[in-house]
């Protein structure tokens, strides 16, 4: 499952390139593109235990908070920037979104659809949503700024930036023939790439 | 674990960054585990500005200063890496310094060379040559330890495969060297000081020593640590050191500044707040940082501690963030540290995991 999602996100990167992975977590993604595609990478991970994982791996972290680590990355300089499951846990997304296109001209995002079917129902039914990629319940939760593909898309059109390539993943991270059609309802995760205008 | 000491004579000329020149020097040296054949197993731990060689084991009823962190299984892990602890040039618990001799056979008092931090590191290169390491595995140290690390790595590229920095910055600030430059004023002040020349009037100056060493060791501690650790306590009358001493505080002051003072050397306390306050890795660079550590090859870990307000987080922030710019491969750790910017030499889980992970890590 996991696995599908990284090779997806591989496809979008060019070999030998330098990437920054916001919220990388235990550097497994970075792990992988640095073995596969000799990328030059570097992750922000606020969580000690993670970031302590990748030294293990030896990938190179900054252990920071991603809101402030944004700020003080402005004037390096990335070829690609991922943000993986985290935009919705920053406290402005949309200054976030703006740096990082300032870090680097391209960036991928992925985020969990809070409008997908499952979600929806949980609200039918009167209850916040705990689903399959949302598994935390609200008292515990990181995701401060939880929005649907639709909310995302009118985002980065607002913020005059382009979606060049966007994928909508079901729960098994797999595009179908209903994610593609209905995206805001089956669609459990939006993956995007993109690029300012 | 094989522990020696060995003072290592040095019989070539040091010349130092200010132009003056050692003909010969010698190098007290502490050695833990043991070389490998190829010899690429070598460690080199920095002490910080009044620490010593002695960095592990115990010894004279003294525990080293990185016991905990030096030692089979520990982490730096003595059954895999040779660690080498070099007492610094300058400092006093037996390599060259003030209280050594010049080649008339005075000593060198307060004129001794004014050395900065590339020096040690000349001198501890000459030393490496030596014993014949080519590469150090790791050189890591905090404070000035950790300045020494980062400049070794910016002298010899080619002789660190990695470096670990803890809190230390990559220069002193304004405020680093205003606050040395009242601990020697202090000292100077001293009726017993006599220029420097103290020892020849079978003096020492202990009472400015000592009052340098208890507002130099307030810098090293946070303000929460010493309110949780004394509070406004008053001193057991029984158990006061001074009479005029109300609070635990004063006392703890009163007794660490006064056991300090007995065991080192005035001269070397004013020179090595001196080598602390030259020490800017961007001198000669333009001040640009990111030019300074261009020809780094070494992977960089830079540790800094939030309680630590001597060399504060944005400093270990800086280093890395240049380190990137710069296209090195440099990580950054932070941590709240309980001690203030002391926290480096204690035991901690994560801080330790760090440090072990990035050592260990291929």
Not at chain 2, 131 to 136: D, E, Q, T
Request: some cysteine.
């Amino acid at each position: 499952m996991k696995s599908d999602f990284k090779r997806i996100i591989e496809k979008w990167i060019p070999q030998n390139t330098k990437v920054l992975d916001l919220g990388c977590g235990d550097g497994g993604l970075l792990k992988h593109l640095k073995d596969s595609k000799n990328v030059n990478g570097f992750g922000i991970e606020i969580d000690i235990s993670k970031a302590n994982e990748c030294l293990r791996r030896n990938i190179p972290v900054m252990q920071c908070d991603i809101d402030e680590g944004i700020k003080e990355f402005n004037d390096l300089d990335f070829d690609i920037t991922i943000m993986a499951n985290s935009i919705q846990c920053l406290k402005n997304p949309n200054l976030a979104l703006q740096n990082i296109l300032n870090i680097s001209n391209k960036c991928i995002v992925t985020l969990p659809n809070f409008a997908h079917w499952s979600c929806r129902l949980d609200l039918f039914f009167g209850k916040m949503p705990v689903t399959k990629n949302l598994p935390v319940p609200w008292y515990e939760t990181k995701n401060i700024h939880l929005c649907t593909i639709k909310d995302f898309e009118e985002l980065c059109n607002n913020l005059d930036l382009y979606v060049v390539e966007k994928l909508y993943l079901n729960n098994n991270f797999k595009e179908s023939t209903l994610t593609k059609l209905f995206p805001n309802l089956f669609a459990a995760e939006g993956v995007y790439l993109i690029e300012r205008n | 674990m094989i522990v020696e000491t060995k003072k290592i004579l040095i019989d070539s000329k040091l010349k130092c960054a200010s132009g003056e020149a050692l003909e010969s020097f010698e190098l007290m040296t502490d050695f833990y585990g043991e070389l490998n054949e190829k010899k690429d197993n070598a460690v080199l731990v920095c002490h910080a500005f009044s620490g010593s060689h002695h960095a592990a084991g115990k010894r004279d009823g003294n525990i080293g200063w990185w016991d905990e962190f030096i030692g089979p299984d520990k982490t730096i892990d003595t059954d895999r890496f040779f660690v080498i602890s070099v007492n610094n040039l300058g400092s006093c618990f037996g390599s060259s310094g003030p209280l050594s001799k010049d080649k008339n056979g005075e000593r060198f008092n307060s004129n001794f060379p004014q050395l900065e931090v590339i020096d040690w590191v000349e001198s501890q290169k000459m030393l490496a040559d030596k014993l014949g390491i080519k590469k150090w595995h790791l050189v890591i140290g905090g404070s000035l330890g950790g300045m020494q690390s980062l400049q070794w790595a910016v002298s010899y590229p080619k002789m660190v495969r990695k470096v670990g920095i803890l809190a230390a910055a990559a220069k002193t600030s304004s405020q680093n060297i205003a606050l040395n430059e009242v601990e020697r004023e202090v000292i100077r002040k001293d009726s017993d000081f006599h220029e420097g020349k103290y020892l020849e009037f079978n003096k020492s100056p202990v009472k400015g020593l000592k009052a340098a060493r208890m507002l130099g060791h307030i810098t090293y501690l946070s303000a929460k640590n010493m309110d949780l650790r004394f509070g406004r306590k008053l001193q057991n009358t029984n158990s006061k050191i001074a009479e005029d001493v109300d609070f635990e505080i004063e006392n703890y002051l009163q007794y660490k500044g006064g056991k300090f003072a007995e065991s080192f050397d005035a001269n070397s306390y004013i020179l090595l707040t001196k080598v602390m306050d030259k020490f800017d890795i961007a001198h000669g660079y333009d001040d640009s940082l990111e030019a300074a550590l261009e020809n780094i090859t070494a992977e960089v870990l830079v540790v800094s501690f939030t309680s630590d307000w001597m060399f504060p987080t944005s400093n270990g922030k800086k280093i890395c963030l240049a380190s990137i710019k710069a296209n090195k491969k440099c990580s950054y750790i932070e941590l709240e540290g309980e001690h203030g910017h002391d926290s480096f030499l204690y035991p901690n889980e994560y801080y330790q995991i760090a440090i072990k992970n990035f050592i260990e890590s291929k």
